[in-house]
């Protein structure tokens, strides 16, 4: 193994996996830590669902992953967090950083969410959304991570006790060794994370060269699409033409959106507009016993003979406020991934092949109630999303999900994504 991923949610992972395949990586994606090791591959991802949670979980997860990476041979190690750096005041990416660098003895390393293609760019330590700076784009209204601060210095200086700087796209633009160079410079100063710039694909390819060599590096998925090149070069692999081949699966199709990030909430509006089948959870009906997952399902599994349905609690930023203030964010969120997870499982139980997930928290529950505990990562339907395959646990069937980031996609990617996968729409 060349790469050893840890990746912070499920979406996250398959986001990150989607660019070392696509750069010709054998890549596999593993949920959980798993007993008995880890599989053979050029790169192996492993998703945790740490980003929420307190940061003493995340630590203590992030590093049994770490120990099952080291003992396959990991050359290198990639935290992976999300291209909007969703965080909380306390972490979890400063608190994971500074854990793995102590376990890999590391007194540098990079933190760079930038993924220019999805519009997240760095300029000068600030992050932007296409036009918006972090802190005005609709992150400000995430229901768990909300975002109020685009420096990111700032950001990440608040959840570590070590010396955080910048390495600025100027020093990008005149290549690797001048990045290097910088590199030398912020470490005799003292910094150990430095938040860096970028602002294209050039960048991206210029800093990952600039840090192959490192033990760690913390970013977005961005900064993978300049590894593999990085590692040829080195001579550490060759790569592969069919790395993102998947077979081509028949049966019924659905979506499934927990997901209230702005772009979400227009795939699901389109989806709705295009007079498409759907079905909507809502987290006080669930809660008051007014609706169940059960008849939920049971509506769904008989609409899919008509063809893909949506099942989806994906709501405006004021009603999830205001389910929020009456039922507490966390027990919100849980009723819903719950009830979308059970739901999930039904579908597949009752035939379901291909199925999107949308919204990073909504996949990791979705995955776990599936049970599947590997995913061979295929082509990419928009820019870090692909489509994926794994075997059902107890059969010998295989299905495929696309596990969608809230943020990504445009707004037809629900049918966009089931027409790729061979759905008729
Ligand atoms: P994203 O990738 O857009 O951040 P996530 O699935 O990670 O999406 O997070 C969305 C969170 O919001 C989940 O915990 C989900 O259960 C919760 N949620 C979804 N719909 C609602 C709703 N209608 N009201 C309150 N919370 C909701």
New binding site residues.
Partial sequence: MILGVIAD?F?GATDVASMLVRAGMHTVLVIGVPAAGLPQADAVVIALKSRTVEPAEAVAHSLAALSALQAAGARQIYFKYCSTF?STAHGNIGPVTDALMAALGSDFTIACPAFPENGRTVFRGHLFVGDALLSDSGMRH???TPMNDANLVRVLQAQTSQAVGLLRHDVLDRGPSAALESMSHLRAEGVKIAVADALSNDHLLTLAEACAGLPLITAGSGVALGLPPAYSRRGWFTPHANAAELQVLQGPAAVVS????EA?QAQVAHWLAAGRTALRV??RALHEGRQSPATVLEQATSALAHGPVLIY???TNQ??QE??QALGVHL???L??RA?ASIAKGLVQAGVRRLVV??????GAVAQALGVQQLRIGAPICPGVPWTQSVLPGSRDTAQLALK???FGGLDFFAQALRQAGVDL
Avoid: F
């Fill in positions: 949610d979406t969703d995430h229901p768990l927990g997901s209230c990030s979400t809502d987290p609690a994906t709501a009603s999830v389910v929020q919100a969120g849980h819903v991934e979308l949308a919204g990073g928290e909504t996949s980031s809230g943020n």
